[in-house]
């Protein structure tokens, strides 16, 4: 990168790590260094845990009034290990690519190496074409969910403003994350979102604890196998946010340190979910079957008013398969290269004002993309890299004892592909495609506000129970915005 300076190379095993300029001492150096120049293992954590879960915290609630609590905590536990698994299985990967490339004498210093670059470098142009355009529509779409989820939030801080129009404004801030050339430079960008994700999720705990039970509280989840696999298939998505795994791995000092960092990341990341789903869920119940959003049910505060979650770390992959594409990735010029980075925001501001349904898009992106992206994509290029005894008797990296060396490995790697395969793209695409097109069968597409009080609603107490867009405290046994079929 233009401004990412390096320097000296050191030799490792076989393994080539790029280690950062120390050479100025100015004011000026100092400063870019604390705060834009990030390449250490905490560097790598921020990254992860900050980008692992981010604005689905606000929808975990959600997802537990679907699932139940008991099984909303153990599907968080298990795609928490099962996603810490698939990245560590991609950095696995990223090293063996990166391994024998450079000792080809390839120089990736002016080159953010990407995952389907991975597959085209270890199996071929067929698994490139596959990993790049699955990895390239989830980040599309995650994209859109985190531009969705802003300005769902700040609707409910301040509603002078529809939803659409919040869209429009967070799409042009959106347009700024062009100059943030790569995940080298997100320390400050990393460590200001986990600090927000980390006050959000303690504020929705305690915000519920303090605000009690509603009365006549019901928790009566599962009650439909529809609304089950979609609030599955939204956690399977929290905990497969992975999909830029390799570009934070090729942003560290030492990517080989990386393997451990993801579940470290989601094992911190789990002292924030499961105390902030369970704790909205115990307070608010079957009332959050019609609020996806957990912010809509907690009142208006100053404490509610400062959880924000950042936006842009989805979209910066994009922009690198996008310069690589027009042939300006190893431009020096930062301008040129956030200029031509813009056309990428386009399409991700458009389909977040076509498609505003913040929650079930989650889960329809989780079974469909998610699915292939970061759970079995990985798991089978694994198995197929490793498939000769040549393979496995070069790997840089042997499988350790504990997790039974390439048999054991192999099998947790087929169990992965098996069950997300049947239970997260199979029942969950068929019940996030049911849901999700029941919102577009309800709302419509284009839909102003989705799931914003009417104003003869925002304007009464208590409010009435009929109308579409009713987000307050209607009868439990009603839930007009999981307007799903009986099954």
Same mark, same amino acid.
């Given at each position: 990168?233009?401004?990412?300076?390096?320097?000296?190379?050191?030799?490792?095993?076989?393994?080539?790590?790029?280690?950062?300029?120390?050479?100025?001492?100015?004011?000026?150096?100092?400063?870019?260094?604390?705060?834009?120049?990030?390449?250490?293992?905490?560097?790598? #954590?921020?990254?992860?845990?900050?980008?692992?879960?981010?604005?689905?915290?606000?929808?975990?609630?959600?997802?537990?009034?679907?699932?139940?609590?008991?099984?909303?905590?153990?599907?968080?536990?298990?795609?928490?290990?099962?996603?810490?698994?698939?990245?560590?299985?991609?950095?696995?990967?990223?090293?063996?690519?990166?391994?024998?490339?450079?000792?080809?004498?390839?120089?990736?210093?002016?080159?953010?190496?990407?995952?389907?670059?991975?597959?085209?470098?270890?199996?071929?142009?067929?698994?490139?074409?596959?990993?790049?355009?699955?990895?390239?529509?989830?980040?599309?779409?995650?994209?859109?969910?985190?531009?969705?989820?802003?300005?769902?939030?700040?609707?409910?801080?301040?509603?002078?403003?529809?939803?659409?129009?919040?869209?429009?404004?967070?799409?042009?801030?959106?347009?700024?994350?062009?100059?943030?050339?790569?995940?080298?430079?997100?320390?400050?960008?990393?460590?200001?979102?986990?600090?927000?994700?980390?006050?959000?999720?303690?504020?929705?705990?305690? !915000?519920?604890?303090?605000?009690?039970?509603?009365?006549?509280?019901?928790?009566?989840?599962?009650?439909?196998?529809?609304?089950?696999?979609?609030?599955?298939?939204?956690?399977?998505?929290?905990?497969?946010?992975?999909?830029?795994?390799?570009?934070?791995?090729?942003?560290? #000092?030492?990517?080989?340190?990386?393997?451990?960092?993801?579940?470290?990341?989601?094992?911190?990341?789990?002292?924030?979910?499961?105390?902030?789903?369970?704790?909205?869920?115990?307070?608010?119940?079957?009332?959050?079957?019609?609020?996806?959003?957990?912010?809509?049910?907690?009142?208006?505060?100053?404490?509610?008013?400062?959880?924000?979650?950042?936006?842009?770390?989805?979209?910066?992959?994009?922009?690198?398969? #996008?310069?690589?594409?027009?042939?300006?990735?190893?431009?020096?010029?930062?301008?040129?290269?956030?200029?031509?980075?813009?056309?990428?925001?386009?399409?991700?501001?458009?389909? !977040?004002?076509?498609?505003?349904?913040?929650?079930?898009?989650?889960?329809?992106?989780?079974?469909?993309?998610?699915?292939?992206?970061?759970?079995?994509?990985?798991?089978? !290029?694994?198995?197929?890299?490793?498939?000769?005894?040549?393979?496995?008797?070069?790997?840089?990296?042997?499988?350790?004892?504990?997790?039974?060396? #390439?048999?054991?490995?192999?099998?947790?790697?087929?169990?992965?592909?098996?069950?997300?395969?049947?239970?997260?793209?199979?029942?969950?695409?068929?019940?996030?495609?049911?849901?999700?097109?029941?919102?577009?069968?309800?709302?419509?597409?284009?839909?102003?506000?989705?799931?914003?009080?009417?104003?003869?609603?925002?304007?009464?107490?208590?409010?009435?129970?009929?109308?579409?867009?009713?987000?307050?405290?209607?009868?439990?046994?009603?839930?007009?915005?999981?307007?799903?079929?009986?099954?």
């Amino acid at each position: 990168m233009g401004s990412e300076k390096v320097g000296e190379t050191v030799i490792v095993g076989n393994y080539v790590e790029m280690k950062p300029e120390d050479k100025s001492n100015g004011m000026k150096s100092k400063f870019s260094k604390l705060f834009w120049h990030g390449g250490s293992v905490y560097d790598a #954590w921020f990254s992860c845990a900050s980008n692992q879960v981010a604005q689905v915290l606000l929808t975990l609630p959600y997802s537990f009034s679907q699932l139940g609590m008991l099984s909303g905590i153990l599907l968080q536990l298990f795609y928490g290990l099962l996603g810490s698994w698939t990245a560590y299985i991609i950095s696995i990967l990223y090293v063996e690519y990166r391994t024998r490339k450079e000792r080809e004498k390839v120089d990736f210093r002016n080159h953010v190496i990407q995952w389907f670059e991975v597959l085209d470098g270890l199996l071929g142009k067929h698994w490139r074409n596959v990993g790049l355009a699955f990895n390239c529509t989830f980040l599309l779409f995650g994209s859109v969910i985190q531009l969705i989820a802003c300005a769902s939030n700040i609707y409910y801080i301040n509603d002078n403003l529809d939803k659409r129009t919040w869209t429009y404004i967070f799409g042009a801030c959106c347009a700024t994350t062009v100059f943030i050339p790569s995940f080298h430079n997100y320390r400050i960008w990393s460590f200001l979102g986990l600090l927000m994700t980390t006050y959000t999720a303690w504020y929705l705990t305690v !915000a519920s604890l303090l605000h009690g039970q509603v009365e006549g509280v019901r928790h009566s989840g599962p009650t439909k196998l529809v609304l089950y696999f979609t609030g599955a298939t939204n956690i399977l998505y929290t905990f497969g946010g992975h999909a830029v795994t390799v570009e934070i791995m090729h942003a560290m #000092w030492k990517p080989q340190k990386f393997k451990a960092i993801y579940l470290m990341a989601t094992l911190y990341v789990m002292t924030l979910t499961l105390p902030s789903a369970a704790a909205v869920y115990w307070a608010f119940g079957d009332m959050l079957l019609d609020h996806s959003n957990a912010f809509s049910l907690l009142p208006r505060t100053p404490f509610r008013d400062m959880a924000f979650i950042t936006f842009g770390f989805a979209c910066t992959p994009l922009y690198f398969v #996008w310069e690589k594409a027009i042939g300006m990735h190893e431009c020096k010029s930062l301008c040129k290269r956030a200029a031509v980075r813009l056309p990428v925001v386009i399409p991700i501001w458009f389909l !977040a004002i076509i498609f505003p349904f913040f929650g079930p898009i989650n889960s329809t992106v989780g079974s469909l993309l998610v699915s292939f992206t970061v759970y079995i994509i990985p798991a089978l !290029a694994y198995i197929f890299t490793f498939r000769s005894a040549t393979a496995r008797e070069n790997a840089v990296d042997q499988p350790p004892k504990y997790f039974g060396r #390439w048999v054991g490995t192999f099998t947790i790697n087929v169990f992965i592909v098996v069950w997300v395969l049947i239970v997260g793209f199979g029942f969950g695409g068929w019940a996030s495609m049911i849901n999700f097109i029941d919102q577009i069968d309800t709302f419509g597409m284009f839909t102003k506000c989705y799931q914003c009080p009417a104003p003869a609603v925002a304007a009464s107490s208590p409010p009435p129970s009929h109308g579409l867009n009713a987000t307050a405290a209607a009868p439990l046994h009603h839930h007009p915005f999981n307007h799903t079929r009986s099954l």
